[in-house]
């Protein structure tokens, strides 16, 4: 086994036993909790808030990549460019507001839960992926695309056999981006009651217990970690398969 | 037969192309020269409709291509362009088998098709088929971007500075493949480049463009012994066109009795290398062979009588 590979199998069975078995770690996490406090967080299954916390991030993600691609899509197409400018905008704005502040507009109209987690999650998520796939997609070997119209690929052959497989990695490092940001974004939205590993911090924060905020940020680090780490691996794969560095 | 029919391109009320008329013969090649600017790619890309004429019309065997969907039209056409242009995330054979899938050819058919083609540039399909174009090197990508302009047996290849991106030995490789290729298959090519030379090598007839219009299109010999304009005679280059003639004839067009010392060279050279042979080794004639056995010779005197603009080459 590589070197690689065996930290990733270590750092795997850290999340496991710190998500399935949080008793283990109670020695661990002793010296920071209050006299009198619960060492660790019991008031919900630590399995059930991450799933919960990376559904609502894999639902936010699809929805921004569908959109972003979508949009990236239409202003590279000739009869699009005049949107690109207000795409651009609409894009910007999305990472610009803080999804704090997102969050406190969204709740008047959503209620409590994981709406305005949501809303916040794919409104901040949009920008990197869009960007990259629009980058992808205007970058792509002029000789190739002038041979994909010469030989008769039709603008939609093009698009689904030519343009998306090529900007595939750069699709997927704006993606990457996003879920990462995503996945540390997502935990304030227990602030707003969504069902995220952010309740364990915030519980923390609360009490002035400093194990739980461990916890809980211990969790979520190691999950973005990993994420990233698979999503990188997926792009290195693709990449070598076009052939490019 | 493919009619180019006073055919105009005018760009920002410029013409890029001025009413340019030529036929092209089914089996031959043509090749377009002409510095940048000339009009010459824009030509080309006319006849597959990349580039809409502003006005005139281009016939492939005598059918109109502008009534033609534009597609459809591309699929019966052969496109190679330089630097290959090969999609660099689909195998050798996916990228060969690329307008016959268009077509709808069954499996086995495009299957069939690609060895042909792989075995006709001499990559062992074995080999080759599952490559991908990064893992080929310049001269086999290029083989590869023509292998995939004739996998439908195209009424017509394109060809625009198809070995502009190779170096000279390679190149000179990639352009006798190509003649031989286009002999065994009897393709009609037309193909655009900027080198005079490569034109008079490849092409049976060449068409010398400037400024957006086409100056004079002939056999290479014509080209050459009698050039139409001032732009054309420096095309051809002055001090090097008695070369260039010699290179067009072959040895056994002036052959004659004897026997002479030294090292013989094949009927099918040109006189170019039967001079060079003659000066370098400071011979006044060479034993001239026909598959390993002698049939006579060629002198230096013949060669110097060929080379003389005067002589219009049979």
């Given amino acids: 086994m590589s070197r690689a590979n065996f930290l990733r199998v270590i750092v795997v069975s850290l999340l496991l036993a710190l998500v399935l078995r949080p008793e283990w770690f109670a020695p661990m996490f002793e010296p920071f ?13 630590l399995l059930s808030l991450s799933l919960s916390h990376l559904g609502i991030v894999a639902l936010a993600s699809v929805a921004a990549i569908v959109v972003a691609v979508l949009l990236a899509i239409l202003v590279t197409r000739p009869q699009g460019k005049a949107f690109l400018p207000l795409s651009r905008t609409i894009a910007n704005m999305g990472q610009t507001f803080p999804p704090v502040a997102v969050l406190a507009l969204a709740v008047p109209m959503l209620g409590f839960g994981a709406g305005p987690t949501l809303v916040a999650l794919f409104l901040y998520g949009i920008l990197p992926i869009f960007e ?5 997609l205007s970058t792509l070997p002029p000789a190739t695309m002038e041979a994909a119209r010469g030989i008769g690929l039709s603008r939609r052959q093009r ?19 996003s879920v990462v940001i995503a996945i540390g974004t997502a935990t304030i939205g227990s602030t707003v009651a969504a069902h995220t590993l952010g309740e364990v911090i915030i519980a923390g924060l609360l009490t ?36 490019v560095k | 037969m493919i009619e180019i029919d006073n055919i105009t391109k005018v760009y920002d009320g410029r013409p890029a192309v001025d009413a340019v008329s030529m036929t092209i013969e089914s089996a031959t090649i043509t090749a377009i020269v002409g510095t940048s600017g000339s009009g010459k790619s824009t030509l080309l890309r ?66 069939t098709r690609v060895n042909e083609l792989l075995d006709l540039f001499s990559m062992p399909p074995d080999e080759f088929r599952d490559r991908y174009p ?72 060449v068409a010398v463009m400037d400024q957006g219009q086409l100056v004079q299109h002939g056999t290479p010999a014509e080209i050459i012994t009698n050039p139409a304009t001032e732009f054309v005679a420096e095309m ?20 004659e009795e004897g026997a002479a010392e030294g090292e013989p060279i094949d009927e099918e050279a040109s006189l170019r290398e039967a001079l060079s042979v003659c000066l370098w080794s400071g ?18 005197e013949a060669i110097r009588s060929r080379a003389e603009g005067i002589h219009e080459p049979s």
Avoid: C
Avoid at chain 2, 287 to 300: D, S, W
């Fill in chain 1, 33 to 45: 909790t209050p006299p009198g406090a619960a060492v660790i967080y019991d008031r919900t299954s």
């Fill in chain 1, 132 to 136: 990259n796939t629009m980058t992808g």
């Fill in chain 1, 159 to 177: 698009l689904l056999q030519v343009e998306l497989p090529l900007a595939l990695p750069l699709i997927l490092t704006g993606v990457r981006l």
């Fill in chain 1, 208 to 243: 002035n217990n400093t194990s739980y905020v461990l916890q809980g940020g211990l969790i979520v680090g190691l999950f973005a970690v990993l994420i990233y780490d698979a999503l990188t691996q997926l792009e290195a794969s693709i990449r070598k398969r076009l052939g």
């Fill in chain 2, 46 to 111: 006319m006849v597959n409709r990349l580039v809409e004429p502003t006005s005139g019309q281009v016939r492939i065997n005598g059918e109109p291509t502008a009534g033609l969907p534009k597609n459809a039209l591309r699929r019966r056409i052969g496109y190679a362009i330089q630097g290959h242009g090969l999609f660099p995330h689909h195998t050798v054979a996916r990228n060969i088998g690329a307008v016959p899938r268009l077509l709808g050819w069954d499996k086995d058919k495009i299957y």
């Fill in chain 2, 134 to 205: 990064a893992e080929l090197s310049g001269g086999q990508q290029q083989r590869v971007g023509v292998a995939r302009a004739l996998a439908s047996r195209p009424d017509l290849l394109l060809m625009d500075e198809p070995f502009g991106a190779l170096d000279p030995i390679i190149r000179t490789r990639a352009q006798t493949d190509l003649h031989r290729i286009q002999r065994t298959l009897g393709s009609t090519i037309l193909l655009v480049t900027h080198d005079m030379e490569e034109a008079i090598q490849l092409g049976d007839q």
């Fill in chain 2, 236 to 255: 051809v280059g002055g001090v090097d066109r008695p070369l260039r003639l010699l290179s067009l004839l072959s040895v056994s067009q002036i052959l």
């Fill in chain 2, 283 to 300: 011979r006044n004639a060479v034993p001239v062979e026909r598959n390993g056995n002698p049939i006579g010779r060629v002198t230096l």
